[in-house]
Structures are given as C-alpha cells and as structure tokens.
C-alpha cells in the first residue's frame, strides 16, 4: 500500500526522451510548476533526462541531461518516471526496473503495453507502484481513463475509432481533393503527419497496437496487437471514395473491438456458453450520419456503446507534442497526488478472459464493386453466388460503360469466410471480367 509523503517535500521526476512529446513535458514541469505545486499538494522536480545526445543543445543544464537512462531511473530522489522514448527495449527494462523499485510510471508507448500490460502491471500491483498511460491511445483524448473508471460498472459492448491521424488525414484528403493513394501520402509525408517510412500507419501496425489496449481495457480481457486482424489501405482507390460519396458514405482507417456471440456449434451465452472479443483493424465504409464521417485531417475519435450509457463520442487531437503531452502531464498529476495522499491507481481488469473470436466467424456487411460483361444472365450469375451462401443483398447499383457494366453491391451482415469466399468465387465467373473493390460498411444496423 503506497504511503502518502510529507507536505512539503518535493518528488523527484525522471523523463526518459526528449522528442517532441517529451520536450514538451519538460516544458510545462518549468513553466507551470507552481500551478502544479498547488494542484498536487507538494512540488514536482525533475531529476534529469535520458537523451541520445547530451550535447545538442536543448535549452537545459548539462547536468539535468544523461545517456544512462539507467542510472536515472534507479536515482534514489526520483520518485516518477515518464518514458516516452517507444519501441519495446529498453522502454520495457526501464519501466520493470522503475516500477520493481516502487517509482509510478506514466507511458506513451502503445507498441509495449499492446503485448506486455500484463508483465507491467503485475510489476506494479506487486511493488505498491502506479502504471497510467492515458497517452497511449489518441494522444489528448481521454479515452483510458473513461474505459477504466467512468464506465467501469457499465457494460461495454463495442468501442469503434479512428485512432492513426496519418491515415485519417490521407482519406480525408483523397475525398476532399479526388486524388489517389500516393499523391496524398506523399502530400502527408511532405506536411509531416506521415513518416519517410509510413508503414506503421498505413499498414494497420500503430492501429492495431492501440485497438488491443482498448479492447483489453473494454472487456475486462487481455488482448495483444497479435489478436488483431489487421489491414492496410494502400489498396483504397479516388474511385473507392467517390462510390462511397455516392451511396452517402466515406471511407475512414477504422478500429473496430466488440463483443461477439460464440462460434458456429458452440452454446449461446444464454445457454452457458462464452461470448468472444472480435479486434480488427481495417479501412471500411461508414454513412454520412454516423458521427465518425465527420472526423476529419488528422483528428481521431473514439465511439463507445455501452449498455446504459448508450453510446459516447470521444474527439481531438491523436498525436503530436503538445496534445500527448496534454495526456502525459495528466497522468503524471494523479500519480504524484497518490503518492502525496496515499491513494493507488486502479490496476489491471482481465477478470472476464474472454476467448479472441477468429476473424472469420466475424459478421459483417461488404461492399463489392465489379466489372461485368453487358449480357443477359450477368447479373444473375453474381446473385447466385450470394444466393447459394445464403448471404441477403441489401443493394445492387448498376452502370454502363461501353460493354462493360460496374456492379456495386452491398450485403447484409453475414460470417466474414463465407463473405471471403463469394469475392473469390466471383473472379472465378466468366460473366465477371474484375472485382475492383472489397470493402467492409459499418455503422449500420443491419
């Protein structure tokens, strides 16, 4: 049990990297300092900074910088750690080592507590420390904390965002403008909201990290970034935007972690069965009326449906210094006012173990686009291949091109394998000459 320090005394803040989230945490410890004070019931020091290169010139005295984060971390005047360096190792080493020592850590990194909440955790339950990383999902929106206190005697059903800023400005771009994929991500990569390398983003990595920690948090049930289906949106078109457009929908990179029944053949939660958890990660329709449509640039938003809360919106920014910063520096006041009064932050939730549902026993609608020869029985021959699955079309919209004509259609919610397998068994008929687009609709109730 954490026992609460003497008024007065001052506790000792250790930040571990200085890019731009933690330059600017450094900069609201100096800035803001007695307004922290006095929020916190005792002031906050920082020790030092763990850096690459102690020499380049950062505006701090040489002797606040290091490169042996270890030593820092292990200083007996440092009392709170925050490490916003990334990547597994050594940010997993420290955090263990700062936590074992009974030292409160606050943490960014969603790539380690996407695999390894649990090891972190039980570090901290076990030495009387507090774990908080309210930054490691959309930068400033206070999504953690909601999942874990506010709507912990609630029930959550599903959790739906868009929760990568480089892919959401991409697709954002592509509608506003008409252009495709690979002007616009280099148009991102020259305005820097996407890297040299852009992979992480566009690929699912960074979403797939962040959807895991929500979902773990969501259903009281440890998930990792390996449970997630994941993927990317190279392969989206202007074309695949504009058909969009055209049935009242966009096209956003989503997050997508809800409940779901259990698998074909096995018992109903009702008849003592066990309902699954379903993450995935990929880009999909959503109408125009749904309140994710309007997230826009390199926004995030996060939707929750809840049980008797009924559905919540959280919105902002999802990146950048001064945002994440915003969600750090939060953190790290409510584990300095543990450690001046005593209290403890809520610890690890994974009570439920809920088994992780095969992607393909998910149900979902699509939204195919093909090319089909301008003859009689075309259009039949593709129904067929519904009809024989038992999948319900909700809609077929057709256009003439010369002798071709472009089918659009949209199913009702049906098993993700049998939804795959028509989209194979389509290119295989001769009346089809391509399918150009497969893309998920969500947001719907049917």
Do not use: W
């Amino acid at each position: 049990m954490a026992v609460a320090r003497k008024r007065g005394d001052a506790l000792g803040v250790a930040v571990l990297g200085m890019g731009n989230v933690g330059a600017e945490v450094v900069r609201t410890l100096h800035e803001h300092a007695e307004e922290l004070n006095r929020r916190i019931g005792m002031a906050l020091e920082l020790r030092g900074v763990a850096v690459r290169d102690p020499h380049r010139n950062r505006g701090l005295p040489e002797r606040l910088l290091t490169t042996d984060a270890e030593a820092l971390v292990a200083r007996s005047d440092v009392d709170l750690v925050v490490e916003v360096i990334g990547g597994i190792d050594p940010a997993r080493r420290l955090i263990r080592s700062a936590l074992e020592a009974g030292k409160s850590v606050v943490t960014a990194n969603k790539a380690l507590l996407a695999d390894y909440t649990g090891e972190l955790a039980a570090a901290a339950e076990n030495h009387g420390a507090d774990l908080y990383f309210e930054a490691a999902v959309a930068g400033a929106i206070p999504i953690v904390r909601p999942l874990i206190q506010s709507l912990s005697g609630d029930r959550v059903n599903r959790v739906v965002g868009i929760v990568n800023g480089t892919t959401n400005f991409i697709l954002s771009a592509m509608a506003d403008t008409g252009a495709g994929y690979a002007e616009m991500l280099a148009d991102a990569q020259r305005l820097g909201y996407a890297e040299a390398d852009p992979s992480a983003d566009v690929d699912g990595l960074d979403a797939a990290a962040k959807a895991a920690i929500l979902a773990s948090l969501a259903f009281h049930t440890r998930v990792t970034a390996g449970d997630v289906h994941r993927e990317g949106m190279s392969r989206i078109t202007a074309a695949d935007l504009r058909t969009a457009a055209e049935l009242g929908c966009t096209v956003k990179m989503l997050a997508v972690c809800e409940r779901v029944d259990a698998g074909p053949g096995e018992p109903t939660p009702e008849a003592g069965g066990k309902e699954r958890v379903a993450v995935r990660v990929h880009p999909a329709l959503i109408p125009r009326a749904h309140p994710l449509a309007g997230v826009d640039a390199a926004f995030n938003a996060v939707v929750v449906e809840a049980e008797n809360a009924g559905r919540l919106m959280f919105y902002g920014q999802g990146a950048g210094g001064a945002p994440t910063a915003s969600a750090v520096m939060g953190d790290l006041v409510m584990a300095a006012r543990n450690k001046v009064f005593g209290g403890r932050a809520p610890g690890e939730s994974s009570y439920a173990e809920l088994p992780i549902a095969p992607f393909d026993d998910v149900l979902t609608r699509h939204h195919l686009t093909l090319n089909v020869t301008d003859r009689a029985g075309a259009l039949a021959a593709v129904a067929s291949e519904f009809a024989r699955r038992g999948v319900s079309i909700a809609t077929v919209r057709q256009r003439l091109t010369g002798t071709l004509a472009q089918l659009t259609v949209v199913t009702h919610r049906a098993r993700e394998s049998v939804l795959a397998e028509i989209a194979a068994a389509l290119c295989e008929l001769d009346s089809v000459t391509s399918v150009t687009s497969v893309l998920r609709l969500e947001g719907t109730e049917e």
